[in-house]
């Protein structure tokens, strides 16, 4: 028969919750890792979501919105003159106007005219929309002035040109 004291039994359970802990450490770890790799995903949906927006319905940005995803101005990282830009760029003909043409759109958005910044300023304040590649700037017909560029929503759809039928 053998001698096993309650003190055996003590120790015996010390040794199996100190492994059972071992074991619940190390899934702890393994959890925490994976974690961490779902939520560096989910800021790089973050990104996809702020650059592929504008391709985005009202239902599917509502479906977004219901996700976790804002597109308050501080969310898009823009300045109100620049979220008012991009707005009038997406609702333009074609997604695009001269350069001096958004700015006379942007001065008539204003209900108080004498809000409106200068063109310097506003084509300083639009700045992030061209960084963050949301529009694009084509060279106007004057090369000294900014006014005949070419502003472009960035993705929009450029109608083919017909290819020249040769004559033989």
Do not use: H, W
Request: aromatic share 6%; hydrophobic share 35%.
């Amino acid at each position: 028969m053998s001698n096993v004291t309650i003190v055996d039994v003590l120790i015996g359970n010390i040794k199996e919750d100190q492994m059972l802990l071992n074991v619940l450490e190390a899934k702890i770890e393994e959890a925490r890792v994976e974690k961490q790799t779902i939520v560096n995903r989910l800021k790089d949906y973050r990104k996809d979501v702020s650059v592929l927006l504008k391709y985005a319905d009202e239902s599917k940005k509502k479906e977004l919105e219901e996700l976790g995803f804002s597109f308050s101005e501080t969310e898009r990282g823009l300045n109100t003159i620049a979220s008012a830009t991009y707005d009038i760029i997406v609702k333009a003909k074609d997604n695009q106007l001269t350069n001096a043409e958004l700015y006379d759109a942007y001065v008539k958005s204003l209900k108080n005219k004498e809000d409106a910044v200068n063109y310097t300023e506003f084509n300083i304040k639009c700045r992030s929309l061209f960084n963050t590649q949301r529009l694009l700037r084509k060279k106007g017909t004057e090369p000294k002035s900014s006014r005949t560029d070419i502003i472009s929503l960035n993705g929009r759809v450029i109608p083919k040109e017909e290819p020249e039928v040769k004559k033989k």
